[in-house]
């Protein structure tokens, strides 16, 4: 089974903290994915990445970045964190589609509170 | 860009029956579709999935209709479990390999 590991479940920051979301995948995938959830609005991409220090903008990437340094970690960034960033986290995985369709595959999200 | 959207946001039903979960989609061009559970406290979890040349496609359990004319996606769960409650949405893949969420359903199951 696909593992996703976020390294943290909960995590309460306050205003203007430098904040650092980890994840980590252990099925050797190309595409990692950062996305927030809120109440109402679904799954929103942040950023993601195809490969090792690449990177793309989702749809909602103000106020963010990530580093992907090494192809089974992909990290998410907060530069300086605000209230409005209070969400749920969710990374995900995928292997290259190529010509096979795949599904991303989540883990069990990080709650970031902002203070 | 893409929107995906659910008719209804909560649905119950009790144990024993079927469930349905609808989901509809923007894009005529989006050729592939997914549904996730999510669990609470838990991130998504990967249930079925459905290529666009297709209109149906079965799992343990449950099936995933696919209507294109109407641009309308279904989940259907055969004798639904207290451990099916859960919130159920569906994904579709649009242009640039991006994927896009509907909000979610929530399905309680009464004993």
């Known amino acids: 089974d696909v593992k996703v590991t976020q390294s943290s ?13 980890e994840c ?18 679904g799954l929103r991409l942040i950023y ?39 969400s749920m ?7 290259l589609t190529g010509l096979y369709n795949q599904p991303q595959h989540f883990g069990d999200g990080t709650r970031l509170s902002i203070l | 860009g893409e929107s995906v959207g659910l008719h ?3 649905l119950s039903v009790q144990e024993g029956d079927n469930s349905i979960i609808n989901c509809a989609y923007s894009n005529s061009a989006s050729d592939y579709f997914i549904w ?16 666009s040349n297709m209109d149906k496609r079965q799992g343990q359990r449950v099936t ?14 055969a004798a639904t479990q207290p451990g099916d409650s859960a919130v159920y949405f569906c994904a579709e893949r649009g242009t640039g390999n991006q994927f896009y969420f509907g909000t979610g359903t929530s399905l309680t199951v009464i004993p």
């Open chain 1, 9 to 21: 479940r909960y995590l309460v920051k306050r205003t203007g903290e430098k904040v650092f979301l």
């Open chain 2, 8 to 10: 209804l946001p909560t």
């Open chain 2, 64 to 77: 995933v209709l696919l209507n294109k004319t109407v641009k309308h996606l279904s989940l259907q769960i």
């Open chain 1, 89 to 95: 986290y969710l990374c995900a995985s995928s292997p």
């Open chain 1, 48 to 86: 993601f990445s195809y490969d090792v220090k690449m990177k793309e903008k989702g749809d909602i990437p103000e106020g963010y970045s990530v580093s992907r340094e090494k192809k089974e970690r992909f990290s998410l960034i907060l530069e300086s964190a605000s209230t409005n960033q209070t």
């Open chain 2, 36 to 51: 996730y559970k999510q669990e609470s406290g838990k991130g998504p979890q990967f249930i079925i999935d459905i290529r």
């Open chain 1, 24 to 41: 980590v995948q252990d099925m050797d995938h190309e595409n990692m994915f950062w996305y927030r959830q809120d109440p109402g609005l």
